[in-house]
């Protein structure tokens, strides 16, 4: 199964925006590209994916490399809420295979 | 009705117990999953349902046992546990386990096993 790297933490101000990164450099051409945040104590909730093209939906905006060996998760304002692990995947059918995740952390 | 639940959403059992998990959705969906989590730790894929027949089984000990009755219900039959298997378990569901659907997660039953 593809892999995906993400940094272990961020930081960000409330109300700043806030890029993530993920790297995916053995993405196939039928992986698609998820995004899915944990909140404490809660199960994992939907953000965004994509395929080839940037997508926006109103969580967030999906920014991806032309290559697809990358993409940024942008967060355009961040909240107190948002503060949750974010996992980036690779998912072409079935399953839903977890990296280590991305922590979010967001200060007053 | 875009919600997935879990039953129950704590349970205490012995090693020697039998017990069940159920997780039920009314989304019309057609793939169900099961994951664990362990603590500080990313979901891990357990079993994948598909049309109500197991499609994945992620080599999972057989002390563990999938079930789907029907389309909208899940179960996980879980029978001589070990205190290592304490964790959380999460259901979910897609529309049909195709990559670019969405998985709605259920709030997880969190599992101890003394």
């Known amino acids: 199964d593809a892999k995906t790297t993400q940094p272990n933490s961020m930081e960000s101000n409330e109300e700043e925006p806030v890029h993530l990164p993920c790297n995916h450099s053995t993405i196939s051409g039928t992986d698609y590209i998820h995004w899915y945040r944990q909140l404490p104590s809660q199960g994992p909730e939907y953000v965004i994916h994509?395929?080839?093209s940037n997508v926006n939906n109103r969580m967030a905006s999906l920014a991806i490399a032309e290559d697809r060996k990358s993409s940024t998760l942008i967060l355009h304002r961040a909240t107190l809420r948002d503060a949750a692990v974010y996992y980036c995947i690779l998912r072409s059918w079935g399953k839903l295979q977890f990296g280590a995740g991305t922590q979010v952390v967001v200060t007053p | 009705d875009t919600e997935v639940t879990q039953t129950p959403k704590h349970l205490v059992m012995g090693m020697t117990n039998k017990k069940s998990l159920k997780c039920e959705q009314h989304m019309g969906h057609r793939a169900m999953y099961w994951y664990k989590q362990k603590a500080k730790k990313p979901p891990e894929l357990m079993f994948v349902y598909s049309y109500e027949k197991l499609s994945i089984n992620e080599s999972v000990p057989s002390r563990f046992s999938p079930e789907c009755p029907n389309s909208s219900l899940l179960n996980l039959h879980l029978h001589a546990l070990q205190p290592e298997d304490s964790a959380l378990y999460l259901c979910a569901s897609s529309r049909l386990g195709q990559g670019h659907d969405e998985q709605f997660f259920g709030p997880g039953t969190r599992l101890t096993v003394l």
């Open positions: 994509g395929l080839t």
